[in-house]
């Protein structure tokens, strides 16, 4: 099947749900894949209200980046 080969290619993890029921259950679903795919860097990535009854398809990549810089910033320099 096309989820089968997607996953076995591509490594996707692919998922059916119902938008038209369950569209706001489907949105914390989704983020909290979000969230535990980055280590809790990224939550709540769908906002209220961004998905509804007329949902067809979300797709949604995530990674997580960490790594050392070879120059450190000047933190007399560096601000918020």
Same mark, same amino acid.
């Given at each position: 099947?096309? +989820?089968?080969?997607? /996953?076995?290619? $591509?490594?996707?993890?692919?998922? /059916?749900?119902?938008? #038209?029921?369950?569209?706001?259950?489907?949105?914390?679903? +989704?983020?909290?894949?979000?969230?535990?795919?980055?280590?809790?860097? +990224?939550?709540? =990535?769908?906002?209220?209200?961004?998905?509804?009854?007329?949902? &067809?398809?979300? =797709?949604?990549?995530? #990674? $997580?980046?960490?790594?050392?810089?070879?120059?450190?910033?000047?933190?007399?320099?560096? &601000?918020?």
């Amino acid at each position: 099947s096309f +989820i089968d080969l997607t /996953q076995k290619f $591509y490594h996707a993890e692919l998922e /059916q749900t119902d938008f #038209i029921n369950a569209w706001e259950e489907s949105k914390k679903q +989704i983020n909290a894949w979000v969230e535990e795919k980055t280590e809790g860097k +990224i939550q709540n =990535l769908l906002a209220e209200g961004i998905l509804n009854t007329q949902t &067809r398809l979300v =797709l949604v990549n995530a #990674i $997580y980046f960490k790594g050392n810089w070879d120059s450190s910033f000047n933190k007399e320099k560096t &601000r918020e």
